[in-house]
């Protein structure tokens, strides 16, 4: 079974805060993604790789960076936090798109912005 | 471009009774997969049934879908809720090399 580790698990800033959010995944998928899950608008793509030093724009992009430095790692930066960031972040990765090859996921990054 | 809609945000049953959730796509590529991802609370969403075979039932854990591409849907389906099924349920497309496009997802609770 793929694995996809998320860090932190939970995390409470203030607006205007510095934030990291950590993934890692130990099977060598070139594809990793991150999404943000809120009642009603369910999983949104912020960010997603396709491999070391590649970044590409989802569809809710705005208010946060991303970097792949690894095969493994990828991270989610948000400079200025706002409250409207607090929400429930997953990181997931696969083999492929646009084929059967399925998304694996961590367990969440929980994010409050005061 | 590509999406899917799940009308349904919330479902409420009755242990016992089936269940029938909604998923319709649209796609403007032939090759479409179709999945549905199942989310208990405090776990991983992980991978509960995919299909992309025309009219072919795909069935796991109890539940099985369907995909008609005639009408885009690929509903799911369970012949009797329990329980341990309350859940979020995402339904989402991947298709011509894009990108996966999830729905907004169905909060399913079941009650005694």
């Known amino acids: 079974e793929a694995a996809v580790t998320q860090s932190p698990r939970n995390k409470v800033t203030v607006t205007g805060g510095n934030v990291t959010l950590s993934c890692r995944q130990t099977?060598?998928?070139?594809?990793m993604y991150w999404y943000r899950q809120d009642t009603g608008h369910g999983l949104r793509l912020i960010h997603y790789?396709?491999?070391?030093?590649?970044?590409q724009i989802g569809d809710v992009p705005d208010g946060y960076k991303a970097t792949r430095t690894t095969q493994e790692d990828f991270f989610l930066l948000l400079e200025l936090a706002s409250p409207s960031q607090t929400s429930l972040y997953f990181c997931?990765?696969?083999?492929?798109?646009?084929?059967?090859?399925?998304?694996?996921f961590g367990h969440g990054t929980k994010l409050s912005v005061l | 471009g590509d999406s899917v809609t799940q009308k349904e945000g919330l479902v409420t049953l009755t242990e016992g009774l089936p269940v029938m959730l909604n998923c319709t796509y649209q796609?403007?590529?032939?090759?479409?997969?179709l999945f549905w991802y199942v989310h208990y609370l405090n776990e991983s969403p992980r991978l509960l049934l995919k299909?992309?075979?025309?009219?072919k039932r795909t069935e796991h854990q109890g539940f099985h879908a369907t995909l008609h591409k005639s009408s885009s849907s690929f509903h799911l389906q369970k012949s009797s809720a329990q329980l341990s099924d309350s859940a979020l349920y995402y339904c989402?497309?991947?298709?011509?090399?894009?990108?996966?496009?999830f729905g907004k997802g169905t909060s399913l609770t079941v009650i005694p």
């Open positions: 989402a497309l991947s298709a011509g090399y894009q990108n996966f496009y």
């Open positions: 796609t403007i590529y032939s090759n479409a997969f």
């Open positions: 099977n060598s998928h070139n594809y």
């Open positions: 997931a990765s696969s083999d492929a798109q646009g084929t059967n090859e399925r998304l694996f």
């Open positions: 790789s396709y491999g070391a030093g590649n970044l």
């Open positions: 299909s992309s075979t025309d009219n």
